[in-house]
């Protein structure tokens, strides 16, 4: 049986899904399409380049962009690539 947990949050004009499961973890931003998982590579990565990202885990992640939508009232996509990446 398949057994997750998913939660959304809207800040500004952005949705935030976030969701857990026995095999990882994701975060979606929406509109943007934006996502940050840990599923099938090995490590936790943003799409669509896979790069490799300096948090651990879901709560650490999910703070960096919860952060990042409240300073700019918004997405910067190449700030918030900044604030996460190694």
């Known amino acids: 049986?398949?057994?997750?947990?998913?939660?959304?949050?809207?800040?500004?004009?952005?949705?935030?899904?976030?969701?857990?499961?026995?095999?990882?973890?994701?975060?979606?931003?929406?509109?943007d399409k934006i996502l940050i998982d840990n599923f099938h590579h090995g490590y936790i990565h943003l799409h669509p380049e896979r790069l490799e990202i300096k948090t651990k885990t879901l709560n650490d992640s999910f703070l960096i962009i919860w952060e990042h939508i409240n300073k700019y009232e918004g997405v910067k996509l190449e700030q918030l690539k900044k604030d996460l990446i190694k």
Request: hydrophobic letters at 45%; glycine letters at 4%.
């Open 1 to 31: 049986m398949k057994e997750d947990n998913q939660n959304l949050i809207q800040l500004f004009d952005k949705f935030i899904y976030f969701k857990e499961s026995f095999n990882g973890w994701s975060i979606v931003i929406m509109p």
